[in-house]
């Protein structure tokens, strides 16, 4: 598998400090699901190192306004988790309404519909169903979601000026073929 070491407790003070959260716990039970998920052209990178943080590489497919792009996503699990949900955020510049300019992702299960009985392949999925039905009426990027929701066109137009790279919008893109 993947090989995590558990973390020694201390036994010279009787302090807790190197002990193993719940959260972490939790999310260890998780990890051997993730690489199964069903999620075409994403890829999950683990490290060994930090078991709470990790990377999903997404490649939307063809129907997708965003393709040929791969959007990195950094993934943070707390150690509250899964009563905490994970923060994520998209390292990669993008032009959507559900993600700004600084990489915040809006998604309503990261915020007030989470629920303890999600579990993190629950917001991979979600997280990659962005390329296919995003929310313009619940936006981080306000221009991005007015522009899609009252002219589609000029939206896709925007998004695929993005994908040649260069200065959009006061932001660098890199350029996917």
Aim: glycine letters at 6%; one cysteine or more.
């Amino acid at each position: 598998m993947l090989g995590f070491k558990k973390r020694e407790q201390k036994e010279d003070d009787g302090s807790n400090t190197n002990t193993v959260s719940a959260g972490e716990l939790q999310f260890k039970k998780e990890i051997p699901e993730l690489p199964g998920l069903m999620i075409p052209q994403g890829k999950l990178q683990l490290d060994p190192n930090n078991v709470m943080k990790f990377r999903v590489d997404y490649t939307p497919e063809k129907d997708s306004y965003w393709y040929p792009g791969v959007y990195k996503f950094t993934f943070e699990v707390s150690n509250e988790y899964p009563h905490k949900s994970p923060k994520v955020h998209c390292d990669t510049q993008i032009y959507h309404p559900n993600i700004d300019f600084q990489g915040n992702v809006c998604l309503n299960i990261l915020k007030e519909d989470w629920k303890p009985t999600l579990s993190m392949a629950t917001v991979i999925a979600s997280v990659y169903f962005l390329f296919y039905d995003p929310n313009p009426k619940d936006p981080l990027n306000h221009e991005a979601a007015e522009l899609m929701r009252d002219n589609r066109e000029s939206f896709v137009a925007n998004v695929k000026k993005t994908l040649k790279g260069g200065k959009h919008f006061g932001q660098d893109f890199v350029k996917f073929n």
